[in-house]
C-alpha cells in the first residue's frame, strides 16, 4: 500500500467479542467452553412469549413488513413513542423528533462520526464500549472521561465531570448510561438533575443510553433523563434489544429533545439524519411490533416478572462475589 490506509490508531479492540475468537481457538484444541453471552438475554436463556410471536406472525402476513420504511422510521411507531414520552408531562416531541436505528450500536455509530473531529464528548469511566470506540475512532484521540466511583456505590463523580467540562473546552457533550452498563449504578434524579445542570451552566448537549431504563430493581428509582432536561439540548437513546428482548431485530431509536433550541444542535441532528438517509431507513418489521407488543394486556406483567427474575440473579450474583478479593 501506498500509506497507511485505515482510520484510527486509537488502539482500541472490542474485547467483549474479540474474547469469543479466542474461545472458538481453545474449543478446537478440546477444550470446554462455557459460553456466557455477554449481554445477550436469548442466548443466555430468556423464552420468548407465545403471544409477542402471535404479534410477529400477524405483522408477517402484513405485505408492508418486508418493505423500507420511511428514513427516520415508520410513522406510527415515532408517533406512538412520542406519545408516551409526552403522557409523561415533562418534555414534549413530536414524531419527527424521534429516529430508528439498526440497533443503539447503529445509533452511537451515527452520532458520534456526526461529531466534527476536533468536538468531543465526555463519557462514564467505565463504560459501554460501544460508545468509547464510537468516540475514540470519531477523534483518533484518548477519550474524556469521568469516574464512576466503585467507593461511592459506582456514584459518578459530579465534581470531575464539572471540572473537566469547564476546563476543557473542545467537550460539547456529555453521556450518561442510565442504567448504566457496566457498574449497574441506577441514576436517582438528584444526579440527573446535576448532569443536566452542568449541561446547561456549560452549554453543552447530553446523550443518555437509556437501553435498561425499564429494567430496574433491588428497589432502586430512575426516570428517563426527558423527565428533567427542561430546555437543554439531549438525546435518549433506547431500544427493544434488552427490554422485549428482540437484539437481533437490530432496532433502537433516538429521542431527540430541544432541537428547535439551538442551531448548533439542530445542525448535528441533521447530520445524523443525512448520514441515515444514506443508508435508506432501519428494519421493519420490528418497528411495525413496537408498538402492538408495547400495548399488549401481556406486556406489562411479562416485563416484571423478567426483572424479578434478574432481581434473583443479581442477588445469586453477588452472593458469589461479594466475598472474592479485589472483585
Ligand atoms: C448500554 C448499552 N447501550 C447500547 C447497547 C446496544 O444495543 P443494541 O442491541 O440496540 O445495539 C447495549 C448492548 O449491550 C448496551 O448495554
Not at 38 to 43: A, E, M, S, W
Not at 178 to 186: A, S, Y
Request: aromatic share 10%; with cysteine.
Amino acid at each position: 500500500m501506498r500509506f497507511e490506509i485505515s482510520r484510527g490508531g486509537s488502539g482500541m479492540t472490542y474485547e467483549i467479542r474479540n474474547i469469543v475468537l479466542i474461545a472458538k481457538k481453545m474449543q478446537e484444541y478440546g477444550l470446554k467452553i462455557i459460553w456466557e453471552n455477554i449481554g445477550d438475554p436469548v442466548q443466555k436463556g430468556e423464552n420468548i412469549p407465545g403471544w409477542m410471536k402471535d404479534v410477529l406472525i400477524d405483522i408477517i402476513r402484513d405485505d408492508s413488513s418486508y418493505a423500507y420504511s420511511p428514513t427516520k422510521g415508520m410513522d406510527a411507531t415515532r408517533q406512538f413513542i412520542a406519545e408516551r414520552t409526552n403522557a409523561r408531562g415533562k418534555v414534549q416531541i413530536t414524531p419527527e423528533d424521534v429516529i430508528f436505528f439498526n440497533g443503539l450500536g447503529d445509533a452511537i455509530a451515527r452520532a458520534y462520526s456526526s461529531i466534527q473531529v476536533d468536538a468531543r464528548m465526555i463519557m462514564p469511566e467505565p463504560t459501554y464500549s460501544t460508545h468509547l470506540m464510537a468516540e475514540v475512532l470519531h477523534a483518533s484521540f484518548p477519550p474524556n472521561t469521568y469516574r464512576m466511583n466503585p467507593y461511592n456505590n459506582w456514584h459518578p463523580d459530579l465534581r470531575e465531570l464539572e471540572q473537566k467540562v469547564r476546563s476543557h473546552r473542545a467537550i460539547v457533550g456529555i453521556l450518561i448510561i442510565n442504567p448504566d452498563n457496566p457498574t449497574g449504578f441506577v441514576y436517582p434524579v438528584e444526579a440527573l438533575e446535576q448532569v443536566v445542570r452542568i449541561a446547561r451552566e456549560n452549554d453543552l448537549f447530553v446523550i443518555a443510553d437509556e437501553t435498561y431504563i425499564n429494567i430496574v430493581y433491588n428497589g432502586k428509582k430512575t426516570v428517563p433523563v426527558g423527565d428533567v432536561i427542561g430546555d437543554v439540548p439531549g438525546i435518549s437513546m433506547k431500544g427493544i434489544s434488552k427490554e422485549l428482548p428482540w437484539p437481533g431485530a437490530r432496532c433502537g431509536w433516538m429521542e431527540v429533545y430541544n432541537a428547535d433550541k439551538d442551531p448548533i444542535f439542530s445542525r448535528f441532528i441533521n447530520t445524523i439524519l443525512h448520514q441515515k438517509m444514506s443508508e435508506v431507513c432501519s428494519t421493519t418489521l420490528p418497528q411495525m411490533a413496537i408498538p402492538r407488543i408495547m400495548t399488549h394486556p401481556e406486556y406489562k406483567n411479562y416485563l416484571r416478572e423478567r426483572t424479578e427474575h434478574y432481581e434473583k440473579l443479581s442477588a445469586i450474583a453477588y452472593g458469589v462475589l461479594k466475598d472474592v478479593p479485589f472483585v
